[in-house]
C-alpha cells in the first residue's frame, strides 16, 4: 500500500480516480465532475489533465490537529471510491472479509481515523473506505454493497424504503456536529456576513444565469463575477445546504462548480479571489489560511461557525448532526461489531481534533445501547433536519431509549 502523506492528498486522489472526470457538455456552466469508471489504481494520483480546471492542487494549511499524517498498514487497508460489492462469506473466513464502508465526504475523515486506529489493533481484518457521497452510499448500503454507509444528513423515507424492499435493516447512530461553512478566498474583504435570504436569492434555481456578479447581491459589492463552488447533488451537504437555505431539498441552481470531493471545493475557492462556497467545516479549517469563512444572518445578528457556535446551536441554520448507519446483518460478523464499538468509543476524542463538536457522552451511550439492542430503524421523518440543536437530537435519542 502506497504511504499517504495527508489527508487532503489521500481523499482528493480517491475521489478524483474513483468516482470522477471532467465534463464540460455546456460551454456556459463552469467544470463539473461526473462518475466515471477508475482508470488508475486508487493510490495513483490523478494526472493534471484530468482535473477540472479549477481543481488544481492548492496546499492545505500547515499545523494543527486538523492535518494528520495517515499511514495505512500494509496490506490492512484499501481506499477506494467505489468498493467492490460485500464478499459472499461462503468464499472468505470471518476474520479476513473486508469491512466496507462508503458515503458522505463530510463524514470520511473521522471514519478514516477510526479505520486508522482500527487497523492497527486489528492487522488481519481489511477495512474498504470510500467516498460517493451521502446519496450514493445509501444507494450502495440499500444494495447490499457496503457495510457501514457514512452520512451528513439522515435517511430520506424513498431510501428507507428502498432498504426495506431490498430486505436491508439499518442502525442509524449519530457520531457528531458539523456546520456547514460559506467561505470566500482569504483576500474577499467586501463579505463579511451574508443574511439567509442573500444566500438563498444566490442559490436558488430562478437566479441561474442571471446572479453573476456580486454587485447583483448587494449594490455596494464588486462589479466582478462570483464563481460558484459546492458539493455534488449526491451530497446531504448539498441536500441539507438547500433545504435550509432555499427551503426545499435538492433544489438549488445548477451552474456552479459541483465536486462530492470538498477538498477540490475548499482547493477551488483558495485559487480564485472572487468565488464563493460551501463545505463542511473541517475542510475550512484545513485551508483556513487561504480561505475566510462568512458569517451567516438568520435574523438575530451574523454569525460565524467555530465549535461553540455549533456546538451551543447559535449558529443558524447551517449546523447539522452527522450519522453512520450501520446493516443489521453485518452485526452478524465479530469483525463488524468490534469496528462500530471502536467507532463509538474513539470519536468523542476524535471529531474535536478535526474540526466537528462530539455529542455529549450519554448520547454515545445510547447510540451503543442501539446497537446492542440491535434498535432499527430513524429516528428522524426522513432527510434533512434543518436547526436541529444537540440538546434536541439528545432529547430524540433518550424518547428512543
Request: net charge negative; glycine share 8%.
Amino acid at each position: 500500500m502506497v504511504q499517504s502523506t495527508s489527508r487532503s492528498l489521500r481523499l482528493g486522489a480517491l475521489v478524483c480516480l474513483a468516482l470522477f472526470a471532467c465534463r464540460a457538455d455546456d460551454p456556459n456552466k463552469p467544470a463539473e465532475l461526473s462518475p466515471t469508471t477508475p482508470s488508475h489504481p486508487p493510490t495513483t494520483q490523478k494526472t493534471h489533465q484530468d482535473q477540472p480546471p479549477w481543481a488544481e492542487a492548492v496546499e492545505p494549511s500547515t499545523g494543527g490537529p486538523s492535518s494528520p499524517t495517515t499511514t495505512a498498514p500494509t496490506g490492512t487497508s484499501e481506499i477506494f471510491g467505489d468498493p467492490t460489492p460485500a464478499v459472499n462469506p461462503s468464499e472468505t473466513t470471518a476474520s479476513s472479509q473486508p469491512i466496507v464502508i462508503d458515503g458522505s465526504s463530510t463524514v470520511f475523515p473521522i471514519s478514516e481515523a477510526v479505520v486508522e486506529e482500527f487497523e492497527r489493533r486489528n492487522p488481519s481484518t481489511p477495512v474498504r473506505l470510500g467516498v460517493s457521497g451521502t446519496g450514493g452510499g445509501f444507494q450502495k448500503f440499500c444494495r447490499r454493497d457496503i457495510d457501514i454507509a457514512d452520512a451528513s444528513r439522515p435517511i430520506k423515507a424513498a431510501e428507507a424504503e428502498i432498504c426495506r424492499q431490498n430486505g436491508v435493516e439499518l442502525i442509524e447512530l449519530p457520531v457528531a456536529f458539523d456546520g456547514i461553512s460559506v467561505v470566500v478566498h482569504a483576500q474577499n474583504d467586501w463579505s463579511p456576513c451574508v443574511t439567509v435570504g442573500e444566500l438563498k436569492r444566490l442559490w436558488a434555481p430562478p437566479s441561474q444565469g442571471r446572479l453573476r456578479q456580486w454587485n447583483e447581491l448587494r449594490p455596494d459589492w464588486p462589479e466582478k463575477p462570483i464563481t460558484l463552488f459546492g458539493p455534488g447533488k449526491d451530497s446531504g451537504t448539498f441536500d441539507y445546504f438547500t433545504r435550509a437555505i432555499v427551503g426545499k431539498e435538492g433544489d438549488g441552481r445548477d451552474d456552479f462548480n459541483a465536486s462530492e470531493d470538498d477538498y477540490l471545493l475548499a482547493q477551488g475557492v483558495a485559487r480564485d479571489p472572487f468565488s464563493l462556497g460551501f463545505f463542511g467545516y473541517a475542510y475550512y479549517q484545513e485551508y483556513r489560511d487561504r480561505l475566510r469563512l462568512v458569517a451567516i444572518d438568520a435574523g438575530a445578528g451574523c454569525v460565524s461557525p467555530s465549535e461553540q457556535t455549533i456546538a451551543r446551536g447559535s449558529y443558524r441554520p447551517l449546523s447539522r448532526p452527522v450519522f453512520i448507519y450501520v446493516r443489521l446483518a453485518s452485526l452478524e460478523r465479530a469483525s463488524v461489531r468490534d469496528f462500530v464499538r471502536l467507532y463509538l468509543e474513539r470519536v468523542p476524542l476524535t471529531a474535536p481534533k478535526l474540526g466537528y463538536v462530539a455529542l455529549p457522552a450519554r448520547a454515545y451511550n445510547l447510540a451503543q445501547r442501539r446497537v446492542e439492542q440491535r434498535t432499527l430503524g430513524s429516528l428522524f421523518d426522513g432527510g434533512s433536519q434543518v436547526g436541529m440543536s444537540i440538546e434536541q437530537l439528545l432529547e430524540l435519542e433518550l424518547g428512543d431509549g
